[in-house]
């Protein structure tokens, strides 16, 4: 396990830190747009007074933070791999460089002492499958985090996902909202069993879970901002499409998700790009606020 200097600093002295994946910039976001969400989602946890530090596999080691010339060359993807939580011993063993899924990113903020994690949107339950689950639901059940989202993806099952996430015991706060935002969207009409309206009562309602030796994440779930955000029809519509060029291709595993998101991307004509820079943004920036309150 590598900690940047920096980070390891701040974790020592008690300073607040945020744990973000890189995935999202190796494998989830198309260039250039993957610099910009880096860019935007370190400046967001700043502003909010705390420190961003990406999590990655590099050269073979678990790490959480990363120089820039290592960033540079997860945002060139060059030779990097996408790793999952199953996959990192796998990829340390082999020397490999490995951009985090919110899975393994889990598992390196973990190990490092980090108390809060931010990212676009977890995984979960896919459509028309309730057998292909993703990881991301087993790391949440386990591990003690704040996690801060927009929801899970809008290409997934998001009442199957709730309702495992209910089965796991991880509690889903919403964050100034009554029900799960659907990542594209703000509303899914799904109903949240629990809310909070400041980074404080996110902080106070996971300290007592923490009091009791719970292992589950306090996933935390944001709307995207208004102003970015698209209208629901057009999101069911361009998934439906999606699934079925999916099937088509004979697309499955790990290449599912992107080749979605893809295909969504083309079928809004860009407009959920914009969408999803702007809620990284948004989530690093309340996930920054989070922490600093834990460490009060």
Same mark, same amino acid.
Do not use: N, W
């Given at each position: 396990m590598r900690v940047l200097p920096a980070v390891a600093a701040a974790l020592a002295a008690g300073a607040p830190v945020v744990a973000l994946e890189s995935s999202v910039l190796a494998q989830g976001l198309p260039i250039p747009s993957n610099r910009a969400a880096a860019e935007g989602m370190s400046r967001a946890v700043a502003r909010a007074g705390?420190?961003?530090?990406?999590?990655?596999?590099?050269?073979? %080691? &678990?790490?959480?933070?990363? $120089?820039? *010339?290592?960033?540079? +060359?997860?945002?060139?993807?060059? @030779?990097?791999?996408?790793?999952?939580?199953?996959?990192?011993?796998?990829?340390?063993?082999?020397?490999?460089?490995?951009?985090?899924?919110?899975?393994?990113?889990?598992?390196?903020?973990?190990?490092?002492?980090?108390?809060?994690?931010?990212?676009?949107?977890?995984?979960?339950?896919?459509?028309?499958?309730?057998?292909?689950?993703?990881?991301?639901?087993?790391?949440?059940a386990r591990t003690p985090i704040v996690v801060v989202c927009a929801g899970a993806k809008s290409i997934l099952d998001l009442a199957a996902t709730l309702e495992r996430l209910e089965t796991l015991g991880v509690a889903v706060v919403g964050y100034g909202t009554d029900e799960l935002p659907g990542f594209f969207?703000?509303?899914?009409?799904?109903?949240?069993?629990? %809310? &909070?309206?400041?980074?404080? $009562?996110? *902080?106070?309602?996971? +300290?007592?879970?923490?009091?009791? @030796?719970?292992?589950?994440?306090?996933?935390?779930?944001?709307?995207?901002p208004a102003a970015v955000a698209l209208p629901q029809d057009e999101v069911d519509d361009a998934v439906h499409q999606a699934i079925e060029d999916a099937r088509r291709a004979g697309v499955t595993g790990a290449a599912t998700t992107p080749f979605l998101l893809g295909a969504v991307l083309r079928a809004t004509e860009g407009r959920s790009l914009l969408a999803n820079l702007g809620l990284l943004e948004e989530n690093a920036f309340l996930a920054g606020q989070i922490a600093v309150a834990l460490g009060r």
């Open positions: 705390a420190m961003a530090a990406i999590t990655a596999v590099v050269h073979g %080691r &678990a790490a959480l933070g990363l $120089e820039p *010339a290592e960033l540079e +060359r997860f945002l060139a993807r060059d @030779g990097v791999r996408k790793v999952s939580s199953r996959d990192l011993g796998v990829a340390m063993a082999q020397g490999a460089d490995g951009a985090t899924t919110v899975a393994a990113s889990l598992c390196i903020a973990r190990a490092a002492g980090v108390t809060v994690f931010s990212t676009g949107g977890i995984g979960g339950v896919h459509r028309g499958a309730p057998f292909d689950e993703s990881a991301d639901l087993v790391e949440l969207t703000r509303s899914t009409g799904l109903k949240l069993t629990a %809310r &909070a309206d400041s980074p404080e $009562e996110v *902080a106070a309602m996971h +300290r007592a879970s923490r009091s009791l @030796g719970r292992y589950q994440a306090t996933l935390v779930v944001q709307p995207l």
